[in-house]
């Protein structure tokens, strides 16, 4: 059974840094194209960053530079790097993930992706 579990949720001061960890179950997170969203209160849940199985990895524009994704194959696991949070970047962070397929390797469309984890708080005060 495909699980998600996302953990490293916190309140940061602006310009501090977080990482946000997912651990995966069922799967190996090497064969799965994973993502991670996030969704403010009110806001519509959007695309953050993104990693292809060959490890690969890009992110939305309103994060690059600060955002990096990786994943620990040892560990089963998918992080993100948060840097220079700014108020803007609160929100509730989701990991998903979604078996390889045609029609590309990454999507902001949240219907894309097949699992999904039930998320970690992150709240940056300025």
């Known amino acids: 059974q495909v699980q998600l579990v996302e953990s490293g949720g916190n309140s940061v001061q602006a310009g501090g840094s977080l990482r946000l960890s997912c651990q995966a179950f069922?799967?190996?997170?090497?064969?799965?194209?994973m993502a991670w969203f996030r969704q403010a209160p009110g806001k519509e849940r959007e695309g953050v960053a993104f990693?292809?199985?060959?490890?690969?990895?890009t992110s939305a524009d309103a994060v690059k530079g600060r955002f990096t994704t990786s994943r620990d194959s040892a560990k089963n696991s998918l992080y993100l790097l948060m840097n220079n949070l700014t108020p803007e970047d609160t929100g509730t962070y989701y990991c998903?993930?979604?078996?390889?397929?045609?029609?590309?390797?990454?999507?902001?469309?949240?219907?894309?992706?097949?699992?999904w984890g039930r998320g970690t708080q992150v709240t940056v005060s300025s």
């Open positions: 990693i292809h199985t060959n490890g690969l990895g």
């Open positions: 069922g799967f190996t997170v090497s064969s799965y194209y």
């Open positions: 998903a993930a979604t078996p390889p397929g045609t029609g590309g390797w990454y999507s902001e469309n949240v219907r894309w992706y097949q699992y």
